[in-house]
């Protein structure tokens, strides 16, 4: 069974979460409009997970589906921010101890750095959190 077989399988035990998916990629979307539509991608030269506009290559099938489930977790949260209307920077934060703490950062090289800041957390609580137990 491939990681797309196996999450489609494990998705089973939450029947009102909807996703797309094809042979070698799924989007799974939110539950709630706070939540962010976490992806997984398979190529042969291996995996790519992504939080709506944050992404991470992996090449251990294991790590890319623990990387999805903490996405679908209320133990992660995707830190958006914006200049205007503009997304430019988006961070994952892991709960940790009672803290939100950054675990790795993507953003864009040019974007509207004159207009206003904003800041957007989303979260998704598909699944029971249990990182590092």
Request: a negative charge; aromatic letters at 12%; one cysteine or more.
């Amino acid at each position: 069974m491939n990681a797309i077989e196996q999450v489609k399988e494990r998705l089973r035990q939450y029947p009102s979460v909807r996703y797309d998916a094809g042979e070698s990629h799924i989007t799974i979307h939110p539950l709630n409009e706070d939540g962010f539509p976490v992806s997984l991608s398979m190529s042969p030269e291996g995996y790519s997970v992504s939080f709506d506009g944050w992404h991470e290559e992996f090449a251990s099938e294991a790590e890319a589906l623990n990387c999805l489930a903490f996405g679908l977790s209320p133990e992660c949260r995707l830190r958006v921010e914006y200049r205007g209307q503009s997304p430019y920077k988006r961070t994952v934060e892991a709960l940790q101890d009672s803290h939100w703490r950054e675990e790795s950062t993507t953003g864009l090289a040019f974007y509207p750095f004159w207009r206003s800041r904003r800041t957007l957390y989303r979260q998704n609580r598909v699944v029971a959190g249990d990182r590092g137990k």
